[in-house]
């Protein structure tokens, strides 16, 4: 049961626009979010996180907002870059019962187009 | 990123032979863990440690198996690799709860 879920493959965006791309999360207890970004042949570098007790929070160009009634949370990218194109992966934790895991959607490959 | 390095960088083996897959760190982070990451599965945990001799399984630990005897060191060991095990390996290091991961170049493993 994927408990943490990236329902879009693959987003196309023009360069200089906004990408959002979006994760959906089932398991109540998750309380911290991570994004990553991953380039051909490398290894996840982190993006930006976010703690269950905010709703927004802000690095550059990149914002993560999260929605906690509605178990989603969505990744900003303003304005977008070529250099952004990358495959995305939302992950999750709980910290009740000390989970040090991270449980990692399934990726979504951005293309941002010059 | 945070000193991590994984040995070998790609690897062709057969079906049935062991394999031993290399993750060191400098960072001197309590937590390791190790992921396979294949197409329409994202990034899916196999083992991880919580210090040295501790470790623990993952969602996908059957078939194989880890060891922790230094805190830089974490091996993760193919028994008798089979062709499922073809993917991309990744290590990745943490503080421990709420903290980020850091996460190795890959392994690329070829089972045939």
């Known amino acids: 049961d994927q408990q943490v879920k990236q329902n879009s493959p693959s987003l196309s965006v023009q360069e200089g626009r906004i990408s959002i791309l979006n994760c959906d999360y089932t398991n109540s207890m998750f309380d911290y979010f991570l994004w990553y970004k991953k380039y051909p042949a490398e290894g996840p570098t982190f993006l930006i996180s976010?703690?269950?007790?905010?709703d927004k929070n802000e690095d550059g160009r990149f914002t993560v907002f999260l929605n906690k009634s509605a178990k989603h949370l969505s990744l900003h990218i303003v304005p977008s870059q070529p250099g952004d194109s990358a495959v995305y992966f939302c992950?999750?934790?709980?910290?009740?019962?000390?989970?040090?895991?991270?449980?990692f959607g399934k990726g979504t490959k951005l293309t941002v187009n010059p | 990123d945070a000193g991590i390095t994984q040995s070998p960088r790609h690897k062709v083996t057969e079906t049935g032979t062991p394999v031993t897959l290399r993750c060191h760190q400098t960072?001197?982070?309590?937590?390791m863990y190790w992921y396979r990451q294949d197409p329409g599965h994202g990034l899916r945990l196999i083992h991880y440690s919580y210090g040295v001799k501790d470790t623990d399984k993952g969602e996908v630990s059957d078939g194989y198996s880890v060891s922790r005897s230094k805190t830089e060191d974490f091996l993760l060991t193919l028994e008798s690799a089979t062709s499922s095990q073809t993917s991309v390996y990744f290590c990745a290091t943490g503080g421990g709860l709420q903290e980020t991961q850091y996460f190795g170049p890959g392994t690329r493993l070829l089972v045939l």
């Open positions: 960072e001197n982070h309590r937590y």
């Open positions: 992950a999750a934790s709980a910290s009740q019962g000390g989970s040090e895991k991270l449980v």
């Open positions: 976010i703690s269950s007790i905010k």
